[in-house]
């Protein structure tokens, strides 16, 4: 069973940038795929970004590239999102969420989830 705990999330201005941190409980931390996904109000959950267990490999969503980038850090049992250039449609709870490897643009089944984190964009 894997908990994870999202923090970072916050209020910041268009253009600004925000980090998100997830802690992971799990000591086989590094046998999970993680992942960032975000729901905004009234609409679906969202992939966003995946990282798979080495740290080798990622994957965003089209409205994030070249934005966002996921990164992991297996000693410490944390996965990142560092957000730049953010934009009020970017307003969203941002969950991390945490599967067996598989292939990381087919963003499903992921197992694990964490409560979420709060992120607001104003214009």
């Known amino acids: 069973q894997v908990q994870l705990v999202e923090s970072g999330g916050g209020l910041v201005q268009a253009g600004g940038s925000l980090r998100l941190s997830c802690a992971a409980s799990?000591?086989?931390?590094?046998?999970?795929?993680m992942a960032w996904f975000r729901q905004a109000p009234g609409k679906e959950r969202e992939f966003v970004a995946a990282?798979?267990?080495?740290?080798?490999?990622?994957y965003y969503a089209n409205s994030v590239q070249g934005r966002f980038s996921i990164s992991r850090d297996n000693a410490k049992k944390m996965v990142y999102l560092q957000m730049s250039s953010l934009k009020p449609e970017d307003t969203a709870v941002y969950s991390c969420?945490?599967?067996?490897?598989?292939?990381?643009?087919?963003?499903?089944?992921?197992?694990?989830w964490g409560q979420g984190t709060q992120v607001t964009v104003s214009s």
């Open positions: 969420a945490a599967r067996s490897p598989g292939s990381l643009s087919y963003p499903y089944d992921y197992d694990y």
């Open positions: 799990e000591r086989t931390f590094s046998r999970y795929d």
């Open positions: 990282i798979s267990w080495s740290g080798r490999s990622t």
